[in-house]
């Protein structure tokens, strides 16, 4: 997946928002930074937001669940110049179902490809495709990247159309890990090196510079999972270095961890919060099942078969992958070990793919059973 962040500034004479890159594109020589380009009016700051860009082909739709995961609100952008809808733009449709995102907004590019009457035709299909969906009214912005056209409007639908979070000052600080890596150059001496850092999004709660984290399930040591305890020493959010994170935006959180631990993105899908907060680390789950009814992706339309005993199953669970295989079908659920085990945040969404055709395949998703 691909990341990047956005400042979101607003004109109060203009009455328009705007991003800081499209303040600085249009700044003129000499002109102070941070001021609207329209009327030279001082502009406020409204936030700070984070874009994950999820890729849309059918083998990589874990990739886009886990995404999806830790997004507010989503973009669903769709070309003028194609049909809608386009085999990824259903995908990416019921990728944002399962992950029950409902702040959607429908972006319809390239419209400088095309007539006037291509245009509304087009438009037509959109409305058409995700009636009685999560997205069925979302608004539709027609734009062209090319031209800047309507992207102000787009900057507006993100204040009105995907808020910042509520943020609850008694939340139990988590975090959930999305890319983890080493910031050190290779030949740099024991002496000088930096901890391991962990990128993601702030679930819940917040932290600040000092204090320290768990990081679970942890290190794969004996036949058992054990969690890893550190620092964090910095906190960052793209070029910007802030003294405790907070929901809202993807975060990169400096630690005291060997920098080996972090290597190559091998915390993905762990869990991050204050020591002894966290959830247990499960090795099986008992799952309520919602199954679509055709295989996404497939080249053929096909009907999904229940799950069977034994069966071998990929589960994406937030920003984490695991094996499942089907132990136990009970009447309302189904009870599904997990290898390796996952802690996982509550009320958790698992997507469920099988194998068809040699490739994993999504077929529905889970929640943990109530009883």
């Known amino acids: 997946m691909g990341y990047s962040n956005a400042t979101i500034l607003y004109c109060p004479v203009c009455d328009e928002y705007l991003t800081d890159y499209m303040a600085e594109i249009t700044r003129k020589k000499g002109m102070p930074r941070f001021y609207c380009p329209a009327c030279s009016n001082a502009l406020e700051f409204i936030r700070n937001i984070s874009f994950v860009d999820a890729p849309g082909h059918e083998i990589l739709m874990a990739t886009m669940l886990s995404g999806a995961s830790l997004m ?11 049909p809608c809808p386009q085999p990824q733009t259903r995908e990416h449709l019921a990728a944002l179902n399962i992950a029950n995102i409902n702040n959607i907004i429908i972006i319809q590019n390239k419209i400088d490809a095309v007539s006037k009457e291509q245009a509304i035709e087009n438009y037509n299909q959109i409305k058409a495709f995700v009636k009685s969906t999560i997205a069925e009214n979302a608004p539709i912005i027609p734009v062209s990247a090319v031209f800047g056209a309507n992207l102000g409007m787009v900057v507006r639908a993100f204040e009105e159309i995907i808020p910042s979070p509520n943020i609850d000052e008694n939340d139990e600080f988590q975090f959930l890990v999305a890319r983890s890596f080493d910031i050190n150059r290779p030949g740099t001496h024991i002496s000088q090196l930096n901890g391991g850092v962990i990128g993601g999004s702030v679930l819940k709660g917040k932290i600040k510079v000092g204090e320290e984290i768990e990081i679970r399930p942890g290190i794969h040591l004996k036949n058992k999972y054990n969690p890893i305890l550190t620092q964090i020493v910095s906190i960052s959010q793209g070029d910007n270095f802030l003294e405790e994170a907070k929901p809202g935006g993807l975060i990169g959180l400096g630690t005291m961890l060997d920098p080996a631990l972090t290597k190559g993105d091998s915390l993905i899908g ?17 799952l309520e099942v919602n199954l679509l009814e055709r295989v996404l992706g497939a080249e053929v339309q096909m009907k999904v078969q229940e799950l069977k005993h034994n069966e071998k199953l990929l ?9 499942g295989t089907v132990i136990k079908i009970l009447k309302n659920s189904y009870i599904i070990n997990l290898n390796p085990p996952i802690c996982a945040p509550a009320n958790s969404v698992f997507a469920i793919s099988r194998i068809i055709n040699r490739r994993y395949r999504l077929i529905g998703y889970g929640k943990e059973f109530t009883k």
């Open 315 to 323: 589960l994406v669970v937030g920003t984490e992958k695991t094996a």
């Open 72 to 82: 507010n609100g989503a973009c669903l952008l769709v070309s003028a110049d194609e």
């Open 270 to 286: 762990h869990l991050v919060g204050r020591p002894d907060t966290l959830p247990e680390v499960i090795s099986e789950v008992e």
